[in-house]
């Protein structure tokens, strides 16, 4: 059993930053990876951005190059950087890890913070 919080999320204005946090309950060592998705009103949740144990990355192609997945593994901690936001990145963003279970594995989601960008 995993818990993650997210926190971080806010108002901000368009071209302004923020750092999202994902705390884990236990170590996040042995994920499978974890991973930042958002969600927005009247729309499917997204991935954002994910990171893989062995520190591989990947990001939508909206958000490559202003925002960041970066972990901390002695704090069990995940985070996003967002730099350079734009209206369209207000959604709710969600925490994921994908914790290896039995012969497979088990997909962990956080409550979700509020991002939201004024123009």
């Not at 994910?50 to 202003?66: E, F, H, I, P």
């Amino acid at each position: 059993q995993v818990q993650l919080v997210e926190s971080g999320g806010g108002l901000v204005q368009a071209g302004g930053s923020l750092r999202l946090s994902c705390a884990a309950s236990r170590s996040i060592s042995s994920f499978n990876y974890m991973g930042w998705y958002r969600q927005a009103p009247g729309k499917l949740r997204e991935l954002v951005a994910t990171l893989t144990s062995d520190d591989r990355t990947n990001y939508a192609s909206s958000v490559k190059g202003r925002f960041t997945i970066s972990r901390d593994n002695t704090k069990n901690m995940v985070y996003l950087q967002l730099n350079t936001l734009k209206p369209e990145d207000t959604a709710v963003y969600y925490c994921k890890a994908v914790v290896p279970a039995g012969r497979g594995h088990y997909d962990y989601w956080g409550q979700g913070t509020q991002v939201t960008v004024s123009s």
